[in-house]
């Protein structure tokens, strides 16, 4: 019997409890790069049109490590959808993710999660649009658990009052939470409140895991993960982007690139961050440090491709079925081991 099989029968706050989950994310950037989604929209249209992508790509990150299928119902909102003038979609869209994450998920004893968006019609103090958040949420969560689901995440919200709305809708549900905060430039959320304390507030509200995801790269997002972790007490949650941040350019979107001036909105952010790209190498270091701190739900958001979620799992010691393929440079034709003929080896010099 497998470590996988072995884990099957155990939920997502038991296999906390063991040690790490590796939740894969990125769907949005991987398919806009494959060009199946619209950058900008960001609508997962893809769900609808062409499903078996989807299924294959959730089979991907199983393959490369991830321990949950998470349903790409990311704005996949009534409120995304009206943008779009395509609400007609909201319910198929929603149901049809989650049916192909279901499969999957049960085809490789995976976890299978449902997903709430930032809804971006929240206004401080406006207390009508909180009220609408929260029947998007409503109606999400209501196919989530028609659907089966083993829990739900609630990720990239910038703003608290919202992530603890969507926490409220989830725990009506009765599954377990996993909320996930964006914590933009300024290092705090909109309403003036640190991560540590939006995340300590999120836990005494409910939540069971709580942290970080999207916006900041590892090199970013660790120094506020170590704050959270030593503000609460429940498990924490972190997710970057695999982009190269940096202290004056905190978030993905704040990123400039000096070597190219003909953006056409001025900036790399969406799609031209290839520059910025964290290696996989970054991503095992950014996967350690973080383990050692004692986060345990580990995964890397927009921006994420396998090989990041490979090199997750290969940091905490795992070898998933894509570690068959992991690099071996002693077979090199240049770089090799002693098998390579001696002129090949010196001519690498030359490279």
Same mark, same amino acid.
């Given at each position: ?194 991560? #540590? /304390? ?7 509200? %409910?939540?069971?895991?709580? +942290?970080?995801? &999207?916006?900041? =790269? @590892? ?64 991503? #095992? /270091? ?7 701190? %004692?986060?345990?739900?580990? +995964?890397?958001? &927009?921006?994420? =491709? @396998? ?45």
């Amino acid at each position: 019997m497998t470590e996988r099989d072995t884990q099957t029968k155990l939920g997502l706050l038991e296999r906390l409890e063991q040690g790490a989950v590796i939740c894969a994310e990125g769907y949005l950037f991987e398919f806009e790069r494959r060009g199946y989604l619209q950058a900008g929209a960001f609508v997962p249209e893809v769900v609808l049109e062409e499903p078996q992508l989807v299924a294959n790509l959730h089979r991907e990150f199983v393959h490369a490590g991830s321990d949950v299928v998470e349903a790409f119902t990311y704005y996949a909102h009534r409120e995304k959808l009206r943008v779009i003038e395509k609400e007609h979609l909201l319910e198929p869209m929603n149901r049809q993710a989650l049916q192909i994450a279901k499969e999957v998920a049960d085809e490789t004893g995976t976890l299978f999660a449902g997903d709430l968006a930032n809804t971006n019609i929240c206004v401080p103090g406006d207390e009508a649009t909180f009220r609408a958040a929260r029947g998007i949420f409503e109606e999400q969560v209501q196919w989530a658990m028609e659907a089966g689901v083993d829990f739900v995440v609630g990720e990239t919200f910038s703003l608290l009052d919202e992530a603890l709305v969507a926490l409220e809708v989830i725990s009506a549900a009765g599954v377990p939470s996993v909320i996930t905060m964006a914590i933009h430039r300024l290092g705090q959320t909109p309403e003036g409140i640190s991560a #540590a /304390d939006a995340c300590k507030r999120l836990e005494d509200a %409910g939540a069971d895991v709580v +942290g970080l995801n &999207c916006a900041r =790269g @590892p090199q970013t997002m660790l120094p506020l993960l170590r704050e959270i972790r030593a503000a609460v007490s429940c498990h924490v949650a972190a997710l970057p982007v695999p982009y190269r941040t940096t202290d004056d350019e905190p978030t993905f979107q704040s990123l400039t690139d000096p070597a190219y001036a003909n953006f056409p909105d001025g900036r790399p952010f969406p799609v031209a961050l290839d520059p910025f790209t964290c290696n996989r190498y970054e991503i #095992a /270091d950014f996967t350690r440090d973080t383990y050692e701190l %004692g986060v345990h739900y580990l +995964g890397v958001c &927009c921006g994420a =491709g @396998p090989h990041h979620i490979r090199a997750m799992a290969e940091a905490l010691g795992r070898t998933p079925p894509a570690s068959r393929f992991s690099v071996d440079m002693s077979k090199h034709a240049y770089f090799g081991d002693d098998r390579i003929k001696k002129e090949y080896k010196e001519f690498s010099k030359q490279l």
